[in-house]
C-alpha cells in the first residue's frame, strides 16, 4: 500500500461552501475523496492526449440485427494485432437493433483510429467509444 | 422494412471531394450510406437533448480490486426502480484495479443523473457513461 | 475580500507525485491553486446542468463572405428577447471565410436553443459554442 | 466559383420523416443544406485530428479583475511565435469577472497546447477553448 500524504489547501469560504454542498449532492461523504477524484480524472485526461499511453476502451455500437456479431469483422479490418479484446456483450434491443459492447486494451493512438472508422461498418448505425488511461 | 425513398443533394465539387475521401479513409463502400449514418446521428443527438427520451447506456467504471462488484450498490443508491440493468461485464485489469461495465435503459435524465453520482460511490476512481438514443 | 480556510486532504503519495508533475507542466507554480481550479471547474460543470443558470457564452461562427453581417438576423430568428449580446468580434479568414466570435448573456436553456440552430443560418458553414456560468 | 455535383441519396422513409422534422425545427429550409451542413461538420472534425492542420481558435478566459490584460502574458509564455492573435475582445462581466475572448491562428497542436496550460495563469479561473479548421 501507498504511504498517505496530507497536503493543505487554501479556499475562499463560498467557494469551499458551494464545492462541499455539490459533493453532498453527488453523494461523497468525504471531501477528501471528492479532491482525489477530480486530481485523478485531470491526470488521466493528461494521459489521454499521450498517443502511445496504455488506454482500456469501452465501444457500443448498435446496429440492425439481420448482420451477425460484428466483434470479429471489426476486429479484422482493424489492425486487430494492436488491439486486445477483453471481453464484449451483445444485448438484444428490439426487433430491429442490437447493442455491442466490446471491451478493448491498447494504445490511445489505435483505439481512436478504431473508434473513427467503425460506423462505416456494414450495419452499424451509431456507435460510441469511451477511453479510460489505465496503470 | 421501411419504403425507400431517392433524394437528391447539390454539393460543390471541391467539399464531396473531401467528403469521397474522408468516407473512403473510415472504410465506407458507398456515399449513401456514409451520409445515413451523419444523419442518424444528429438525430440521435437531437433526442438525447430531450430528458424523457428512451435511452440506452454503457457505465464505464475502474474501481479499487478490494470493493466487491459495485452494480447493486450503484442501483441501489440511484432510484434503481427508474433505470433496468440489462447487463454488466467485469473485467480484472490490473492487481489494483477493476472494470465494470454496465447496460443500463432508462429515460436520458435518470441516466444523467446516475453517471453525475457514480464516481461518489466509494473504491470507484474513474467513470465514464455513454448514452444513445434508440427507437 | 472572502474569508480564506485551509482544508485538509489525503492523497497517496503516488497520485500526489503524478499530479504535481502534470500541474507543473501546465504551469502552476502552486498546488493550492491548481486544486481550486479543479474544484471550480468541477462546480461549473454542475451549473451548466441547471437550465436556469445565469450563463456566459461565447458563439463561433465561420460564414461565406458574401452573407452580411449575421449578429442582427442570429439574434432576430432566436428569441433574441431572452439573450443579450455583450459583444461581438468580426475577423476576415481568408477569401472565402468570415469568422465571427459573438459573446452573449443569459440563461443555459436559451443559450443553447441558439446554438442548435445557428449553422441552419443561411451562410453559415460551421459552428461552435461554449458556454460558462457566472456569479 | 465551384461546380455544383448532384448526388442521390438513398433513405428509408421514416429516417427521412425524422431528419425533416428535425432540420425544419432547426430552422433549415432546405435538405440539401442541412446535408452539406452535417457533411462540412464530419470534414471538420476529421481535420481537427491532424496536429499539424492549419485551424482557427477561441479561447475564453474568465478571470479575476484585479489581473491585468492577459492576451501579452499568455502568447509570452506560450510559444507565441507558433500563433497568430488576430483579435482579442475584452468584457467586463461583473465585480469580480472579466472575460477575454483571445482569436488565434495556428496549427492544431500549437493551439491545444496552449489551451491545456491556460487554467493554470495566475488569476485565470475558468477557460474554454474552440478550435475550427479552415481552409
Not at 97 to 125: M, P, Q, S, W, Y
Request: a positive charge; glycine letters at 6%; aromatic letters at 4%.
Amino acid at each position: 500500500m501507498d504511504k498517505i500524504e496530507r497536503v493543505g489547501v487554501s479556499l475562499d469560504k463560498t467557494l469551499l461552501g458551494e464545492f462541499d454542498h455539490l459533493i453532498s449532492k453527488q453523494g461523497y461523504t468525504n471531501r477528501s475523496e471528492a479532491i482525489r477524484d477530480l486530481i485523478r480524472e485531470s491526470l488521466s485526461k493528461d494521459k489521454l492526449a499521450n498517443p502511445a499511453a496504455p488506454a482500456v476502451a469501452g465501444v457500443f455500437l448498435v446496429y440492425d440485427h439481420h448482420f451477425t456479431k460484428l466483434t470479429d469483422k471489426l476486429l479484422k479490418l482493424q489492425h486487430s494485432h494492436l488491439l486486445q479484446v477483453i471481453a464484449s456483450t451483445h444485448v438484444h434491443l428490439d426487433h430491429h437493433n442490437c447493442l455491442e459492447v466490446i471491451i478493448l486494451k491498447g494504445k490511445v493512438k489505435d483505439i481512436e483510429d478504431l473508434a473513427n472508422n467503425i460506423t462505416a461498418l456494414k450495419g452499424v448505425k451509431l456507435s460510441r467509444m469511451n477511453l479510460m488511461t489505465i496503470g
